[in-house]
């Protein structure tokens, strides 16, 4: 077969991406450009996710007010792939986003694979060993080609880099190859699923390296596969990201994969198809969300055949070299929005225990790209504002340790870009058909840059962790239920792989720059996985028995803090970072605050600190107490069956009031007569008094007169002690 190519010099990038992602509040459709004349989202078909609960009833209902025909639904995440009316796209994603019972709808977008005239063609290797070209595994500054473009076309020339500038391969296969996976239902055997346009399985380096090919977008008139080769690449971009990860390795032919004896899952995501920009005519991949979500599930879980038996373990790894970039009719590449249907396959992967990798873009700015930039939130609406990353993303460095001119990176004020990874002048494989050999005969190579070609170096290095880390263990638990020192084990590769990224570049540079964690050191992620502990620190401000937190001053020198617990000394506790809280009475608490890194060490730190009563103003007394005698009978039978008191209150922060009340005693004559009152307490009233006056007191059976009254307002201190203001005036009856 050969292949014809229609190339253009719209970019210096090996592939550029195109599409706009929906999420619930996709921008309005009709108005959306569509430069190159390029179709921005599949004509006739729609994704759409119900409320989970919704009757049956309501969702035929649903596409039926539209005429949609549901074609499969995507498993795991309960998307509907739905087909329409070709044309009627925007409209019909309008009426399904007005039905309650819809959470989201969105069309099925295209990314865009463009693959410019970067060389002459791909070459033979003519049986070569091209391990030299391959600086970013094993930099000596030795000379490697790299594609110069002149304002006469493209040229293959020589350069060299700086030592040192490369993931220490080398170093790491000393530690960690892989396991061979001789059978795709073991999970012993680290593997990765790589998600791009199919590969060339029966070339030199693939052969033998292949598990299964799988086909989600079908056969169309450009691109179509036959025979054994079910995801066949008409593009050569899936073979090159391939080869990255599983060429066959020390074979002494063409080039060495980063994963050695890693074995690979080939997904065609994309396809080839032609586009124009009304005079020139390209040749590049269409690739739907849909078939890029029904991947991720489908790499991610356990299959089955008709009989229910295990015919393929999940994988382990799943690398996607494709994102949401869109390119303007200028050819200005600009990031758009995430799709919620593909970051909800991509959470449900990272859920299900699978290291999820892609490409950052080829943007050259800070803007997000998706999936690389996929969170919780994105793919689950319901979990509004969790900003927690799902996903590797991986920016692209050059044979200095620079960051690549063309990478999309991050920066401290939103650092979603994990790590670099080498991604300019990078060497790989093409279809052997591209440079017209027999297959399986020899190896054709080409030269490629792009943040596509620096994720499979991550994502073959990340089975490499993970196969080290079931040797240690000495375990063989599938992702889904693999835990190491209680985490997730994906999370534990992860975390190595990022906690040992090189913060320093190999001539100096900061690194933390444009990534938050550095450039992939292969070496490094497989050797002593020891995890620094972080360190504890808080500082807190009280007033009265009311104290703030903060844990701002706690830090990790390897990583960053993960999670925080306090414990305040009465029993009650907090999983803030920086907690309120308040003591129902003062004294003196012991206040432990423990850390957990993203490593999963922690470290804790205990302080005595000491609350105080509110300083209150003092109670005001009780004023213009007057008495109401309340008499019952006639004649010398007349009694006081009651007395009615009323009073104003001063005060505002009383609790109630109390009544007082003593009997006179007079005692002597003339000069030496006395009366003395000694007072007690009478009744006890809430504070809702004297609202209530006036406030009647039975004093059957004392009907005496000669008694005297006062009133005190009254209330308890946060230490239950008794508080009473100064006697009112005092009545006497």
Not at 22 to 48: G, H, I
Not at 80 to 101: L, T
Not at 244 to 260: D, F, M, P, Y
Request: net charge negative; aromatic share 8%.
């Amino acid at each position: 077969m050969s292949r014809q190519r229609f190339l253009s010099l719209l970019s210096a990038l090996c592939f550029l991406f195109l599409a706009n992602l929906s999420t619930a509040k996709t921008p309005d459709l009709n108005t959306l450009n569509t430069p190159l004349n390029t179709p921005r989202f599949a004509p006739d078909r729609v994704l759409v996710k119900f409320w989970t609960g919704t009757a049956a009833s309501e969702i035929g209902k649903a596409h039926r007010n539209v005429n949609g025909l549901v074609l499969k639904t995507i498993p795991l995440i309960g998307v509907q792939v739905v087909q329409v009316q070709s044309g009627s796209v925007p409209a019909k994603v309008a009426a399904y986003r007005a039905n309650p019972n819809v959470l989201y709808a969105e069309p099925d977008y295209y990314r865009l694979l463009v693959i410019p005239d970067e060389e002459s063609g791909p070459t033979p290797a003519g049986g070569a060993d091209y391990f030299t070209e391959q600086w970013y595994l094993h930099n000596e500054a030795q000379p490697h080609s790299y594609i110069r473009q002149t304002i006469f076309g493209a040229s293959l020339n020589s350069t060299s880099g700086t030592a040192d500038a490369d993931i220490n391969a080398p170093q790491g296969w000393d530690i960690s190859q892989g396991v061979i996976a001789t059978n795709p239902t073991s999970y012993d055997a680290p593997k990765v699923a790589v998600l791009d346009s199919g590969a060339d399985c029966i070339s030199l380096e693939l052969n033998g390296k292949c598990l299964e090919q799988v086909n989600l977008v079908g056969n169309s008139f450009w691109d179509s596969c036959t025979g054994s080769e079910t995801a066949c690449d008409n593009l050569g971009h899936g073979t090159f990201t391939a080869g990255e990860i599983v060429a066959n390795t020390n074979n002494g032919k063409g080039i060495a994969g980063v994963g050695w004896n890693t074995a690979a899952g080939i997904f065609k995501v994309c396809y080839a198809e032609l586009i124009t920009d009304g005079i020139n005519v390209f040749i590049a991949g269409l690739c739907p969300v849909s078939a890029s979500a029904e991947a991720i599930v489908t790499a991610a879980s356990d299959q089955y055949d008709a009989d229910n038996r295990l015919i393929r373990s999940q994988y382990h790894v799943i690398t996607m070299s494709y994102g949401s970039d869109h390119i303007d009719i200028d050819g200005n590449i600009t990031p758009t929005s995430p799709s919620n249907a593909e970051c909800a396959a991509v959470l449900e992967a990272w859920r299900q225990g699978v290291v999820v990798v892609a490409a950052a873009g080829n943007s050259g700015n800070t803007e997000r790209v998706y999936p690389a930039a996929c969170t919780i939130a994105d793919g689950d609406p319901l979990q509004t504002g969790n900003a927690q990353s799902t996903v590797i993303a991986v920016a692209a460095s050059d044979d200095n340790d620079n960051k690549a001119s063309f990478s999309t990176y991050s920066n401290s004020a939103d650092p979603w870009v994990s790590m670099a990874a080498p991604g300019e002048a990078i060497i790989g494989i093409q279809p052997d058909f591209f440079c017209d050999i027999a297959p399986g005969s020899d190896t054709c190579v080409d030269w490629w840059n792009g943040t596509s070609m620096a994720a499979p170096l991550v994502a073959g290095s990340a089975a490499l962790v993970w196969s080290e880390l079931y040797q240690t263990l000495q375990i063989a638990s599938p992702p889904a239920d693999c835990m190491i020192n209680g985490q997730p084990c994906n999370q534990a590769v992860r975390n190595r792989l990022e906690n040992s990224a090189a913060k320093v570049g190999a001539k100096s540079q900061n690194l933390l720059q444009w990534t938050r964690h550095g450039r992939l050191d292969l070496a490094a992620a497989l050797a002593d996985p020891s995890n620094a502990d972080p360190v504890a620190s808080f500082s807190y401000i009280c007033t009265d028995t009311s104290c703030m937190f903060n844990s701002s001053s706690s830090h990790d020198s390897d990583g960053f803090i993960n999670s925080w617990s306090w414990e305040f000394g009465d029993t009650n506790s907090s999983t803030l970072a920086n907690p309120g809280h308040t003591y129902s009475s003062a004294g003196s608490y012991t206040v432990t605050l423990t850390v957990t890194d993203n490593g999963g060490a922690s470290s804790n730190v205990s302080n005595l600190i000491t609350v105080t009563e509110p300083v209150q103003q003092p109670l005001a007394a009780p004023t213009s107490l007057v008495a109401d005698v309340q008499k019952t009978g006639k004649g010398k039978d007349k009694v006081i069956s009651a007395v009615n008191l009323s009073w104003v209150d001063n005060s505002a922060s009383e609790q109630g009031f109390v009544v007082e009340r003593c009997k006179a005693i007079t005692s002597g004559r003339g000069k030496n007569k006395t009366v003395t009152c000694t007072y007690g307490d009478f009744v006890r009233l809430s504070a809702e008094y004297p609202d209530l006056n006036p406030v009647s007191l039975d004093l059957n059976p004392d009907t005496d007169l000669g008694y005297r009254y006062r009133v005190r307002a009254f209330r308890f201190t946060v230490a239950n002690v008794e508080e009473r203001s100064d006697p009112s005036n005092e009545v006497e009856i």
